[in-house]
């Protein structure tokens, strides 16, 4: 019995700690926006979606207001393939056809954002609202290329975020919801026709234009490596000054993520930080607590 209450008072101190250290935290972010990017095999692995899910609803009841940007990847690549059109990546980007353009349009808006706000209802009716870069022209968007091994390439109805009117992300915030925004955009240079749009990007850009506590993505890697695949080149918190130098030498896959985090610092919000979306509740964990998880950006 006394081994027995002594680990039962074990537990205690440990949940109490937790509790504990998750108090600044919850001062700091208090009645902040905290936008977070929503990718990677967190998208495709149902128990990782409800506990996504789960942590928006955790976020919006503790008093945070969380702003979720999703891409939809692998849900892309399995429609495609459906229809026997061929997925191509170009520096970390979808090489987006005229053929393709309505496929990406689809999943996004009309799959992926559907169910993901549907989990998060499951904890209260009607708490998430799905919208895109399309609504009430949230984005606005304009063609860009990739560099590969030092040449431009066309990557077809790709775009950047070159406009922002979070309008229709703050009447949802203020009216104690939770948007879920599919990352496509209208072209401003071709009336009508929509394009696809990085989500690391859109949650960047977009986390600027509403004065973001904080912006987090959710990756397939544990954060950044100094040396990949150096697994002990992990790097916990890097500034600006230093992720600048370090961007020309990562991984394709990784320079849209890093890029974002850079340019979210950059551009006003205090930090970024990728972290690992395999792990559920990674989220909670990066904002709870002191170390975090994944890697952080900060200002130099």
Not at 17 to 33: D, T
Not at 85 to 99: D, L
Request: charged share 20%; with cysteine; hydrophobic share 45%.
């Amino acid at each position: 019995m006394g081994a027995f209450r002594e680990a039962q008072g074990l537990e205690v101190e440990i949940k109490t700690a937790v509790l504990i250290e998750s108090l600044p935290w919850l001062k700091r972010f208090h009645g902040q926006i905290i936008v977070v990017k929503f990718g990677g095999n967190a998208m495709v692995d149902e128990t990782l979606q409800r506990a996504f899910a789960e942590d928006m609803a955790y976020l919006h009841f503790a008093g945070i207001r969380p702003v979720v940007v999703h891409g939809g990847g692998p849900q892309i690549s399995a429609r495609l393939a459906e229809l026997g059109i061929p997925s191509e990546f170009r520096g970390g980007y979808r090489v987006t056809t005229p053929e393709t353009i309505g496929v990406v349009r689809d999943v996004l808006s009309g799959q992926v954002g559907l169910e993901l706000a549907g989990m998060i209802d499951e904890h209260q009716a009607g708490l998430a609202v799905p919208l895109s870069g399309e609504t009430r022209d949230l984005f606005g968007g304009r063609r860009r290329g990739a560099v590969v091994d030092g040449e431009l390439v066309d990557l077809g109805l790709v775009g950047d975020v070159a406009t922002v009117d979070p309008a229709v992300v703050l009447d949802a915030v203020a009216a104690g919801k939770i948007p879920v925004i599919a990352s496509i955009a209208p072209d401003l240079d071709e009336a009508g026709q929509s394009l696809n749009i990085n989500a690391d990007s859109a949650a960047s850009a977009l986390a600027v234009a509403l004065g973001a506590a904080k912006l987090v993505i959710l990756t397939d890697v544990a954060g950044l490596y100094r040396d990949w695949p150096n697994r002990d080149s992990l790097v916990s918190i890097i500034d600006t000054d230093e992720l600048t130098a370090l961007l020309p030498n990562l991984e394709s896959g990784m320079i849209p993520k890093m890029t974002a985090c850079l340019e979210a610092v950059a551009g006003g919000v205090a930090k970024a930080a990728i972290i690992d979306g395999r792990t559920p509740h990674s989220i909670l964990v990066e904002i709870f607590t002191q170390s975090g998880i994944g890697t952080e950006v900060v200002p130099a």
